[in-house]
């Protein structure tokens, strides 16, 4: 199983990104997908989940309104897309499946993580 997130990078607060994980090895629609992001100093903290079951999405409070999980199938990759960024969103952000088939916030397999920058 391989996960492979790209897409972070360097963005002044108000900004965009778009984050990929795309997935070698399984295929991501037989698993809920969660993005997590961690911080020097805070603990890891789930932002994004999408389940296997039923497509419900679950976002952090944080998240809410300013990120949006979607999974394409035909590329077997999920996707971050992050809009009006703030500097309290700057982290590693990972890719994982979760270890259930709805979003219960634990990951099992990981991606290598991609970083955010959220800077003027």
């Known amino acids: 199983v391989q996960l492979q997130a790209s897409g972070g990078g360097l963005v002044q607060p108000g900004g965009s990104l778009r984050l990929s994980c795309v997935a070698s090895?399984?295929?991501?629609?037989?698993?809920?997908m969660g993005w997590f992001r961690e911080d020097p100093g805070k603990d890891r903290e789930g932002v994004a989940c999408?389940?296997?079951?039923?497509?419900?999405?679950i976002y952090s409070k944080s998240a809410t309104g300013r990120f949006t999980i979607t999974r394409d199938k035909t590329k077997n990759t999920v996707y971050l897309q992050m809009n009006n960024l703030k500097p309290e969103d700057t982290a590693v952000y990972y890719c994982a499946t979760e270890v259930a088939t709805y979003c219960s916030g634990i990951g099992l397999d990981w991606g290598q993580g991609t970083l955010v920058t959220v800077s003027s």
């Open positions: 999408i389940s296997k079951s039923d497509g419900a999405i």
């Open positions: 090895g399984i295929n991501l629609d037989d698993f809920a």
